[in-house]
């Protein structure tokens, strides 16, 4: 990712092996339908054993739920400077990853969302996702203030950011720079509303 490059050969091999493992599923899935595919079929085509596609997803759904963004605006949530208010925080956040990207991770990440957003039974999981994200958001708030991560007032914050994004998202996964721009004015009224302390 042009983000976050894998350093070191064994690493680099890993992100490229995940990579090939996402990219044929996401092949078959609009080939041939989420349901009617299998793991061994997506192992078959990415070239790997059964046993490694399960090192890389635990099961067939994550290969498409699994947002590989997160992690990385987690780390750069936390990497604000002390008293960053954590609107900002997370805007800043999402500007290190998503302005980092290129044409190619766009159109992969449009792609895993059009996905997802077509099959039901992915899209109740990934509505089931938002309390994680809650959970993600809220954790690295508090951690980078030195709090507790289930202190109330983080959580309620970190809900209040997920439903902004949520509200102005476009729905069918087709999220490109204009939208980001969409999601930032959506967050900045949040955070002319919002204090922590």
Known sequence: MTSSPPTGLRERK??????????????????????ATTVDQIAEAAEVSQSTFFRYFPTKEDVILTDDYDPLIVEAIKAQPPGTPPVRALLEGMRAVFLSLDEDEWRSEQRRQRIYQAVPELRVRAMNQTVLAI?????????????????????????????????????????DLTDFARVEEALRVLEASLTLR
């Open 14 to 35: 890993k992100a490229k092996t995940r990579a090939a493992i996402r990219d044929h599923a996401m092949r078959l899935f609009e080939e041939q339908g989420y349901a």
């Open 135 to 175: 959970d993600m958001l809220a954790g690295a708030l508090a951690e980078r203030d030195g709090e507790s991560a289930d202190d109330m007032r983080y959580r309620v914050i970190a809900g209040a950011m997920v439903g902004v994004v949520l509200a102005v998202a476009p729905p069918g996964g087709h999220f």
